[in-house]
């Protein structure tokens, strides 16, 4: 009896762990999809987005384009589309219609046996290099520039009631 109830508790828990992995990977795929279709607010940012992910699908620009007009998706949605499709060997339009019909990325690439941990890793790198400005140059990236980066270095030194001598 007791090694049963064990057997059952691993089991809870590791359906728990492997459902919380999928939520977290499909969380990180998401904020990669946003990053990209935020980038499509600046003309200037859009153009450099959809070059690179261009590049990255080695699908010519014109298409993409097209599949914006066609769908009304932003630059981080197409990639993950287009990707879905070539992984799956299914339809771009299929892919997009999975989507409208309320699924999320994450959901449509584990229904298609597509694992999540290599596509957030591609959508990753493509956020990067569509999304991030050379260095020196931010009239091209995207986000909220109007927050101040914290110091380096951690917080002031001096003395704080954890540095105290002991007695």
């Not at 977290?24 to 003309?43: F, H, I, N």
């Amino acid at each position: 009896m007791k090694q049963t109830t064990i057997s059952r508790l691993i089991l809870a828990l590791s359906l728990c762990s492997g459902t919380s992995l999928f939520a977290d990977e499909a969380s990180d795929l998401t904020k990669s999809v946003t990053a990209m279709d935020a980038a499509d607010k600046s003309p200037a940012a859009q153009a450099k987005a959809v070059d690179h992910v261009s590049k990255e699908l080695r699908v010519p620009r014109e298409k993409l384009d097209e599949q914006r007009k066609q769908t009304g998706l932003g630059t981080g949605s197409l990639f993950i589309a287009n990707t879905l499709a070539k992984e799956t060997g299914k339809p771009f339009e299929e892919i997009v219609a999975a989507h409208r019909s309320g699924k999320g990325w994450g959901l449509i690439a584990k229904e298609n046996g597509v694992k999540l941990g290599p596509l957030v890793s591609q959508a990753k790198r493509a956020e990067k290099g569509a999304v991030k400005a050379p260095k020196g140059d931010k009239s091209g990236e995207v986000g909220d520039q109007s927050r101040p980066k914290p110091p380096r270095g951690g917080p002031p030194k001096g003395n704080s009631p954890s540095r105290g001598k002991s007695r």
